[in-house]
């Protein structure tokens, strides 16, 4: 049975994160979407810290309503997780499976900087990928486009979740999928207890790092073709 999957990838990276999962569930016969979200991957030169969560919600509604897609697989890594919840909350008639692939949980009225161990200066319009906060400006200027990363703008961070209903409540399936090598981070931690133990969620576990995509993309390609099945 084929399926239509959108993949919304997470913070700082874009939409080639997905390409080895998105070649082998197109070679299994499935239609698949990678948006990349505004100012972030190939599309860093529309970057303005102006952008915010709605922003990335909106990259992924108007795609599910300009190709008119439905029944979707709608799955969010990490950051993405945030931003998929919030589309299937204003979509949801699109929706068949919302999948969370490693990916924060966020509820109504909080942010993803509610979930985050650094706290980002207010004087701060960008957040730097983990590990560089540091580093000064110009050397990441030379170093991000090298490594296909980008500077996350802050308001994307900033803005809290608003949701309509709680994604429990939507008539569509939900899963978590946690990736069992992924190092120690309460947020996530949290995620996934709430869908292990809560049953309105389907709950897997794939032995893998956080970017279980490019790691394991075989096991997260059959996955989610077992999540299309319902």
Do not use: C, K
Request: hydrophobic content about 45%.
């Amino acid at each position: 049975m084929s399926a239509v999957f959108v993949l919304v990838h997470g913070a700082w990276t874009g939409s080639y994160v997905w390409r080895p999962v998105r070649t082998l569930l197109r070679r299994a016969g499935h239609e698949v979407f990678t948006p990349t979200l505004t100012g972030l991957g190939e599309r860093v030169h529309l970057a303005h810290p102006g952008l915010d969560l709605d922003t990335h919600v909106l990259d992924v509604v108007n795609l599910l309503r300009y190709e008119d897609l439905r029944e979707v697989v709608l799955v969010g890594h990490s950051y993405g997780g945030a931003v998929a919840t919030v589309a299937a909350d204003r979509v949801p008639e699109r929706i068949a499976q919302l999948v969370l692939l490693d990916a924060l949980l966020v509820r109504d009225g909080r942010s993803v900087q509610d979930l985050r161990r650094r706290a980002i200066p207010e004087s701060e319009d960008w957040v730097a990928p983990p590990h560089l906060p540091h580093v000064p400006a110009q050397r990441l200027a030379r170093m991000l486009p090298a490594a296909r990363l980008s500077l996350q703008p802050a308001r994307t961070f900033r803005q809290p979740v608003s949701l309509a209903e709680p994604p429990e409540e939507r008539p569509f399936g939900r899963w978590y999928v946690r990736a069992a090598r992924r190092g120690a981070s309460a947020s996530y931690d949290t995620a996934a207890e709430r869908a292990r133990t809560h049953q309105g969620w389907h709950y897997r576990e794939v032995d893998a790092g956080h970017d279980l995509m490019l790691s394991a993309a075989e096991e997260t390609a059959r996955l989610l073709a077992e999540t299309a099945r319902g």
